[in-house]
């Protein structure tokens, strides 16, 4: 069930009617958790029953942390990575470990046959397994009381809108609201429809536009020429952030519906100017369960001396990138993401010990803007650049493109994209400008009623207009 | 009031610029529509648009067919005969369509399908009184819009046979089966008919954000319900129902791929009204890339729909084009001929009618 169908909408607009014409807190839990179920089970039933055991695993690994004994705490603990990492690492890495083992095998000529697993990649396993781990965790660090009614934590798992791709909830925040009663609010559904709105004009007429242009050129890197090759790579960037942040929006939205608050997962990324800035701006639901969990609590962050800061950076990042997806092209610009992280930390680093501040300010005047603008520049290169190996099929592909960029090829086939996918590309440029401002001076035009209509009216229009019988997947369904 | 003022503007700065966006974006798709002179078409209530009458409008698709003169007689269809100067006796057929059966990109009348017809069925002997075919076919209607006009001339043409060309672009296929996203319904109310007539006439055939967005899948609600997890049980659970005699089977075969292929309530509809005037119903399969499997074939055969299938032979096209050339329409005519004579759909002989007076 797409968040982008009708067929979503259909099936939100009962849920909603439904939810707000129970009253009791209890009925309304109830109701929403069947609601996540079946939305789940609308892929695949029998893939519902991970679910269910990923849930009742960290559930019962809850309740034994109540113990005041530190070794059955850890115990418990190392049960929940155990049990959610090694599903997780089954379903989603099983045949990648295979194939790679079998590689490696055949090239220092030692041949195995290892047959593949058959299996499916339970949709959402990703997600809903990191957001478990973040309440075990949690829960061992003392930071949360264990929940004791199961209803509450299975709805944190399943919560139908964020089930799936995210944003990942902490359980920090969203526990809490089970126990609160929602009263109906006409302003919530004005800025939930609002959020919605945007998410389908992010999604139908930015990202599933641009998803032409990206799958021609990174499907045949090699007959095309280096302009096409840059348009590609830059139409990536924004597909990929237009298709993430859509999909928060949609989720964010409906939950607010609902009367729950998610958590936000993109601050118009392309205004970083570094790469450190971009992570916290982009896929912020991610980027920081890495930093908090992995990062800081699993290698120990800044804590073990500056080597081991640069290493943990590169090794946080390189996880991250196979948690983007089973294929070592993931892996590897996870370990490019890291390793720029790191030597912008060495910087900084050196940069601090230099009397310099960690931190650089935004530039005041003319020249500290361009300066600004530079970095910004600059820090998106190094994101697109980075998304070559992301979405390429094979490192073969990757390097094709990229000879390709340089213009190391002749191009043989014409044609990649309109001219007028540059228009669709210049929505998220003004939008970012518009956010730039905002940031600097304050003034926040998108927040006026006129621009607001405008925008929310192109959004919904634009979205009817542009959809399609059957809408692309979000592409992070896939991870 | 200065709020909703400035609401009110920027509702109509949004459409707007999804009107011009949309005229950015899909520009380059529109380069090869066709081109139609002005006061081809003229604004129908019902219909939304139809070929206006008596006119002798042009007509070109770039890199397709040149410029060529449409003629239509004097109840808007490509059809040179007086409606109302019928032979009582000649045995009557009526072809409903869209641009195959109106002959999109044929210059000549003489090579039109219902000529042919007429004539091969003339040739054939067997109806000494005569025969003929009127043609109500109308460029870019969908199978409601055939039905409807198709209904529309019932009183005035009393034919014995209807003949409904069907194609892949009709709702009788998931929309998912049809070839392209531009292949809308909103695309084919087109935006080279220039209509006159009431605002909203103008906004449907001009606008291109009102087209769409009428036409949105999103705005669809069998949609909703179709990919849901309750309809699939419900899909498989059907067969097994009426197995056990509970409810009916679904149409067009088991399982939920096949029911969502189903006869549009249009085409139902008309066909009730020719069994109440004893009027026989022929589904002509016309061009279908999208339905290989030949589903709907079945789905008609199913439902106890008479067809004739000339879908298989693409080769008669236009250059640059899908529709039929003049070689096309003999040969389409030749083997609904041989089909409908073969089929035992034809009446033996014409109804009894009055003259006209």
Same mark, same amino acid.
């Not at chain 1, 679910?51 to 109540?66: E, I, K, R, W």
């Not at chain 2, 025969?131 to 006009?149: K, P, R, W």
């Given at each position: 069930?797409?968040?982008?169908?009708?067929?979503?909408?259909?099936?939100?607009?009962? !849920?909603?009617?439904?939810?707000?014409?129970?009253?009791?807190?209890?009925?309304?839990?109830?109701?929403?958790?069947?609601?996540? #179920?079946?939305?789940?089970?609308?892929?695949?039933?029998?893939?519902?029953?991970?679910?269910?055991?990923?849930?009742?695993?960290?559930?019962?690994?809850?309740?034994?942390?109540?113990?005041?004994?530190?070794?059955?705490?850890?115990?418990?603990?190392?049960?929940?990575?155990?049990?959610?990492?090694?599903?997780?690492?089954?379903?989603?890495?099983?045949?990648?470990?295979?194939?790679?083992?079998?590689?490696?095998?055949?090239?220092?000529?030692?041949? *195995?046959?290892?047959?593949?697993?058959?299996?499916?990649?339970?949709?959402?396993?990703?997600?809903?397994?990191? @957001?478990?781990?973040?309440?075990?965790?949690?829960?061992?660090?003392?930071?949360?009381?264990?929940?004791?009614?199961?209803?509450?934590?299975?709805?944190? !798992?399943?919560?139908?809108?964020?089930? !799936?791709?995210?944003?990942? =909830?902490?359980? %920090?925040?969203?526990?809490?609201?089970?126990?609160?009663?929602?009263?109906?609010?006409?302003?919530?559904?004005?800025?939930?429809?609002?959020?919605?709105?945007?998410?389908?004009?992010?999604?139908?007429?930015?990202?599933?536009?641009?998803?032409?242009?990206?799958?021609?050129?990174?499907?045949?890197?090699?007959?095309?020429?280096?302009?096409?090759?840059?348009?590609?790579?830059?139409?990536?960037?924004?597909?990929?952030?237009?298709?993430?942040?859509?999909?928060?929006?949609?989720?964010? $939205?409906?939950?607010?519906?609902?009367?729950?608050?998610?958590?936000?997962?993109?601050?118009?990324?392309?205004?970083?100017?570094?790469?450190?800035?971009?992570?916290?701006?982009?896929?912020?639901?991610?980027?920081?369960?890495?930093?908090?969990?992995?990062?800081?609590?699993?290698?120990?962050?800044?804590?073990?001396?500056?080597?081991?800061?640069?290493?943990?950076?590169?090794?946080?990042?390189?996880?991250?990138?196979?948690?983007?997806?089973?294929?070592?092209?993931?892996?590897?610009?996870?370990?490019?993401?890291?390793?720029?992280?790191?030597?912008?930390?060495?910087?900084?680093?050196?940069?601090?010990?230099?009397?310099?501040?960690?931190?650089?300010?935004?530039?005041?005047?003319?020249?500290?803007?361009?300066?600004?603008?530079?970095?910004?520049?600059?820090?998106?290169?190094?994101?697109?650049?980075?998304?070559?190996?992301?979405?390429? =099929?094979?490192?073969?592909?990757?390097?094709?493109?990229?000879?390709?960029?340089?213009?190391?090829?002749?191009?043989?086939?014409?044609?990649?994209?309109?001219?007028?996918?540059?228009?669709?590309?210049?929505?998220?440029?003004?939008?970012?400008?518009?956010?730039?401002?905002?940031?600097?001076?304050?003034?926040?035009?998108?927040?006026?009623?006129?621009?607001?209509?405008?925008?929310?009216?192109?959004?919904?229009?634009?979205?009817?207009?542009?959809?399609?019988?059957?809408?692309?997947?979000?592409?992070?369904?896939?991870? | 009031?200065?709020?909703?003022?400035?609401?009110?503007?920027?509702?109509?700065?949004?459409?707007?610029?999804?009107?011009?966006?949309?005229?950015?974006?899909?520009?380059?798709?529109?380069?090869?529509?066709?081109?139609?002179?002005?006061?081809?078409?003229?604004?129908?209530?019902?219909?939304?648009?139809?070929?206006?009458?008596?006119?002798?409008?042009?007509?070109?698709?770039?890199?397709?067919?040149?410029?060529?003169?449409?003629?239509?007689?004097?109840?808007?269809?490509?059809?040179?005969?007086?409606?109302?100067?019928?032979?009582?006796?000649?045995?009557?057929?009526?072809?409903?369509?869209?641009?195959?059966?109106?002959?999109?990109?044929?210059?000549?009348?003489?090579?039109?399908?219902?000529?042919?017809?007429?004539?091969?069925?003339?040739?054939?002997?067997?109806?000494? =009184?005569?025969?003929?075919?009127?043609?109500?076919?109308?460029?870019? #209607?969908?199978?409601?819009?055939?039905?409807?006009?198709?209904?529309?001339?019932?009183?005035?043409?009393?034919?014995?046979?209807?003949?409904?060309? *069907? +194609?892949? #672009?009709?709702?009788?296929?998931?929309?998912?089966?049809?070839?392209?996203?531009?292949?809308?319904?909103?695309?084919?109310?087109?935006?080279?008919?220039?209509?006159?007539?009431?605002?909203?006439?103008? %906004?449907?055939?001009?606008?291109?954000?009102?087209?769409?967005?009428?036409?949105?899948?999103?705005?669809?609600?069998?949609?909703?319900?179709?990919?849901?997890?309750?309809?699939?049980?419900?899909?498989?659970?059907?067969?097994?129902?009426?197995?056990?005699?509970?409810?009916?089977?679904?149409? $067009?075969?088991?399982?939920?791929?096949?029911?969502?292929?189903?006869?549009?309530?249009?085409?139902?509809?008309?066909?009730?009204?020719?069994?109440?005037?004893?009027?026989?119903?022929?589904?002509?399969?016309?061009?279908?890339?999208?339905?290989?499997?030949?589903?709907?074939?079945?789905?008609? +055969?199913?439902?106890?729909? @008479?067809?004739?299938?000339?879908?298989?032979?693409?080769?008669?096209?236009?250059?640059?084009?899908?529709?039929?050339?003049?070689?096309?329409?003999?040969?389409?005519?030749?083997?609904?001929?041989?089909?409908?004579?073969?089929?035992?759909?034809?009446?033996?002989?014409?109804?009894?009618?009055?003259?006209?007076?």
């Amino acid at each position: 069930m797409n968040f982008a169908s009708a067929t979503f909408f259909g099936f939100y607009i009962v !849920v909603t009617a439904l939810y707000w014409s129970l009253s009791g807190r209890e009925v309304r839990k109830w109701l929403l958790l069947a609601a996540s #179920y079946y939305f789940y089970m609308s892929w695949n039933i029998g893939l519902t029953s991970l679910l269910v055991l990923s849930t009742l695993l960290d559930y019962v690994v809850g309740l034994v942390m109540a113990s005041p004994r530190p070794g059955v705490r850890k115990a418990a603990l190392a049960t929940s990575c155990v049990g959610q990492l090694g599903m997780l690492c089954y379903f989603k890495y099983g045949n990648f470990f295979i194939d790679s083992f079998d590689s490696l095998m055949r090239t220092i000529g030692v041949p *195995v046959s290892i047959p593949e697993l058959q299996i499916l990649l339970p949709v959402g396993i990703s997600f809903y397994t990191f @957001q478990t781990l973040s309440y075990t965790i949690e829960v061992y660090r003392g930071r949360i009381a264990p929940r004791k009614n199961l209803l509450d934590f299975a709805l944190f !798992v399943a919560f139908f809108p964020q089930l !799936v791709a995210g944003p990942i =909830q902490r359980a %920090m925040h969203f526990l809490p609201q089970l126990q609160k009663d929602h009263v109906w609010s006409t302003g919530r559904l004005k800025t939930g429809l609002a959020r919605i709105a945007l998410g389908l004009g992010k999604k139908i007429v930015i990202a599933d536009s641009l998803a032409g242009v990206v799958d021609r050129v990174y499907g045949n890197p090699a007959g095309y020429g280096a302009g096409a090759c840059w348009v590609g790579a830059v139409a990536f960037a924004f597909q990929l952030y237009c298709d993430m942040a859509a999909y928060s929006d949609i989720a964010i $939205g409906s939950a607010r519906i609902l009367g729950y608050d998610l958590q936000e997962n993109f601050n118009h990324p392309f205004l970083a100017r570094t790469m450190r800035e971009f992570w916290t701006r982009c896929h912020i639901s991610l980027s920081s369960w890495l930093r908090d969990y992995l990062y800081i609590f699993a290698l120990g962050g800044n804590r073990k001396g500056r080597f081991r800061t640069y290493v943990n950076l590169t090794i946080t990042m390189f996880l991250g990138g196979l948690w983007h997806g089973a294929g070592w092209t993931y892996a590897v610009w996870g370990l490019y993401v890291g390793l720029v992280l790191a030597v912008e930390k060495l910087l900084e680093d050196r940069r601090v010990a230099a009397g310099g501040p960690a931190v650089i300010p935004p530039g005041t005047g003319v020249s500290g803007v361009l300066m600004d603008g530079v970095r910004m520049a600059r820090t998106f290169l190094f994101h697109s650049l980075g998304l070559v190996l992301f979405r390429s =099929q094979s490192f073969g592909d990757a390097m094709t493109f990229y000879s390709t960029m340089v213009g190391f090829r002749a191009p043989t086939q014409a044609g990649a994209f309109r001219i007028s996918i540059l228009a669709i590309m210049a929505i998220i440029v003004v939008t970012h400008l518009l956010a730039w401002v905002k940031e600097r001076t304050q003034r926040d035009w998108l927040a006026t009623p006129l621009v607001r209509a405008a925008v929310l009216t192109g959004c919904v229009l634009g979205a009817l207009a542009f959809a399609r019988e059957r809408p692309d997947a979000f592409i992070y369904f896939q991870f | 009031m200065r709020k909703t003022a400035s609401v009110f503007i920027g509702v109509l700065i949004g459409a707007l610029l999804t009107e011009v966006g949309l005229r950015v974006f899909f520009h380059e798709s529109e380069a090869t529509r066709t081109y139609w002179g002005r006061g081809a078409f003229v604004a129908d209530a019902m219909l939304g648009y139809r070929h206006a009458p008596s006119t002798d409008a042009w007509c070109a698709r770039e890199g397709c067919f040149e410029p060529y003169p449409v003629r239509t007689n004097a109840w808007g269809f490509r059809d040179r005969r007086d409606f109302v100067k019928t032979n009582p006796e000649a045995l009557r057929i009526v072809v409903g369509g869209a641009s195959f059966t109106f002959g999109l990109g044929v210059a000549r009348d003489e090579d039109l399908f219902h000529v042919r017809l007429e004539r091969r069925l003339s040739q054939s002997g067997r109806f000494p =009184q005569g025969v003929e075919v009127y043609n109500l076919s109308q460029t870019g #209607y969908h199978i409601d819009q055939v039905c409807d006009i198709v209904r529309e001339e019932l009183d005035q043409l009393d034919p014995d046979v209807v003949v409904i060309a *069907v +194609n892949q #672009y009709d709702k009788f296929l998931t929309p998912s089966e049809r070839i392209s996203p531009d292949f809308s319904a909103g695309y084919r109310l087109a935006p080279d008919r220039f209509l006159p007539g009431r605002p909203v006439d103008f %906004m449907r055939t001009h606008a291109w954000s009102w087209m769409r967005v009428t036409n949105s899948p999103l705005l669809n609600p069998p949609a909703w319900w179709r990919d849901h997890l309750a309809f699939r049980a419900w899909s498989s659970a059907r067969p097994v129902l009426a197995g056990i005699g509970l409810g009916s089977a679904p149409a $067009g075969g088991a399982g939920a791929g096949a029911a969502v292929l189903e006869v549009p309530a249009s085409l139902q509809s008309l066909r009730d009204d020719l069994r109440r005037r004893n009027i026989a119903l022929v589904c002509m399969i016309i061009y279908r890339p999208g339905d290989r499997d030949g589903a709907l074939a079945r789905l008609l +055969n199913n439902e106890g729909y @008479q067809i004739v299938e000339i879908s298989s032979r693409p080769n008669w096209v236009l250059s640059g084009d899908g529709h039929w050339n003049a070689t096309g329409h003999e040969e389409a005519a030749a083997l609904v001929t041989t089909q409908m004579e073969a089929g035992g759909v034809l009446p033996e002989a014409p109804r009894p009618r009055k003259a006209r007076p």
